[in-house]
């Protein structure tokens, strides 16, 4: 079952250890370290969607059309789905920590070089480069936060902070509101200032960073298994000292034999052939919630401009992120108790009935009756897109957890967040020919609602029961003696 050489067994209690854990302040600096990320995924693309008018003209912008604006979505998603299977492979392989720090120093260089664009095509390929860091984020970040936080958290913690997009999209959106002002700042600064701003606050979670350790469960699996002990000896004290409690013993254990690496070829075939019924329902969760976020975000701040006269969309689109956010926050509990099948199929299909509505209707909408009614539905559909992540980091061996993040996130929004935003752009830009009439856009509208709900519905028929229980009994690693798994799709492999 193994690629690479076998390089010992051992026999480890760490997984059980980890998951006794109580909450603790170790836990809020692994949030706090490793969670902002999606704090600068919302400020990217919310400043995006907000400047898109100043990037237009061709004095004080760069010139762009409604299509480009589109076009810079799309490679924005693009550069993030190469992203996520470049850094993804070297975060299974090199280790989580190596490639978290790595992937944030690619954004800061990156978003800088956005800020100093001087025409469309550097434009498009620094946003390109940008999306590359941001992706390798989603594979090193999702991998170690669920390999850090203990089972019991696990939902609530992963839904809440791939949420907290929010919180960065509300702030870029509050931002580029005096940026956006030329008696403030002249318009040929605004949005570089907003895009520099972003390179700020990617220095201070590099700082963060570096006091998060490394997951122990991947030091075991990977012959080092007395870093991972060290590591969660130091962990253990930490947590008494602040709770002033002594933890229960374990007696769960697991038997793993180590190996240096795991090949390509092996991870492919976990995911096809031991586990295809979660494969389909990875396929379509991501599918789902890329079209639906990627082509209504990403050209939103365009469509009220173009169809509704508004000039400063900040506070429309900082509204419409406060309720996402706060959907995340009060729904995450809910995945840990009611359970991850019910309320992911119920935030997806509930979500994208009120999109369909929200389409067929889409004429009788003034800017603050769309705000809010995007606002409804988007309450429902970022607890759901969240728990997407949340479902591709625990469903699958530990061996294959950051490329299988990344495989998922770079197909569901290759075919979503990369069509999207360009059938976006060009039906706002095609609607401007016809007498800005906004309901040509409803199509777009159609197509995120249809793919939603059968998100849902996959969820319904192949959704795992996950909550409450630790990763390695969802999915056994491929290094463990004896691999099985509680899925019942999954076909026992031959003996190594």
């Known amino acids: 079952m193994s690629g690479g050489v076998e390089t010992g067994r051992i026999t480890t209690d760490i997984p059980a250890r980890m998951d006794r854990l109580p909450w603790a302040r170790f836990h809020w600096l ?48 693009a550069g993030a789905c190469i992203g996520a299977l470049f850094f993804g492979q070297l975060t299974d392989r090199l280790g989580r920590k190596k490639l978290f720090l790595i992937t944030v120093a690619v954004y800061t260089v990156a978003t ?108 075991f699996i990977h012959g080092r298994e007395d870093e991972g002990e060290e590591i969660v000896r130091g962990i253990e004290k930490r947590v008494v000292d602040d709770t002033g409690r002594e933890l229960p013993s374990v007696s769960d254990t697991i038997t793993i034999r180590q190996r240096k690496s795991i090949g390509i070829g092996l991870i492919a075939r976990t995911v096809f ?112 897109a969240s728990s997407a992540y949340l479902t591709a980091s625990e469903i699958f061996p530990m061996e294959t957890r950051a490329l299988c993040i990344a495989f998922f996130y770079a197909i569901g929004t290759a075919a979503g967040g990369i069509a999207g935003p360009l059938l976006f ?25 249809a793919l939603m709900i059968a998100g849902g519905i996959a969820e319904i028929v192949l959704g795992v029961k996950a909550e409450g229980q630790s990763l390695e009994s969802i999915a056994q690693p491929l290094t463990a003696e004896d691999p099985s798994g509680p899925d019942s799709d999954r076909k026992q492999p031959a003996p190594a």
């Open 112 to 219: 800088v070089a956005t800020a100093f664009a001087m025409n469309p095509t550097f434009y498009f390929i620094a946003r390109f480069f940008t999306g590359t860091g941001i992706g390798g984020e989603y594979a090193a970040i999702n991998s170690a936060i669920d390999e850090l936080i203990p089972a019991k958290y696990r939902g609530r913690v992963d839904v809440a902070i791939n949420g907290s997009f929010w919180v960065g999209a509300a702030g870029g959106a509050l931002l580029t509101i005096p940026l956006l002002d030329p008696t403030l700042v002249p318009a040929e600064y605004g949005w570089r200032i907003a895009f520099a701003l972003g390179a700020i606050l990617a220095v201070g979670i590099f700082i963060v960073r570096r006091h998060v350790p490394e997951s122990p469960r991947w030091l």
């Open 273 to 384: 052939t031991l586990y295809p019924r979660r494969t389909i329902l990875c396929f379509s969760l991501f599918i789902g919630q890329a079209f639906l976020y990627n082509a209504f975000f990403f050209t939103y701040g365009d469509t009220l401009t173009t169809f509704m006269g508004v000039t400063q969309t900040g506070w429309y689109i900082a509204a419409f992120a406060v309720s996402n956010f706060l959907g995340a926050l009060l729904l995450g509990p809910l995945f840990d108790t009611i359970g991850r099948v019910k309320m992911i199929a119920g935030t997806y299909i509930l979500s994208g009935t009120l999109l369909a509505i929200t389409g067929a209707t889409l004429g009788a909408y003034t800017a603050v009756t769309l705000t809010l009614m995007g606002a409804i539905i988007f309450f429902f559909a970022s607890a759901g």
């Open 425 to 449: 752009g060009k039906l706002i830009e095609d609607a401007t020919t016809g007498g800005l009439d906004i309901t040509a856009i409803a199509i777009g509208y159609f197509i995120g609602a």
């Open 30 to 77: 692994v949030v706090i370290g490793l969670g902002t990320v999606w704090i600068l995924d919302g400020l990217e693309v919310t400043i995006v969607g907000s400047m898109s008018a100043a990037l237009e003209p061709e004095g004080t912008g760069l010139g762009l059309s409604s299509f480009d604006v589109g076009f810079a979505g799309a490679a924005y998603v």
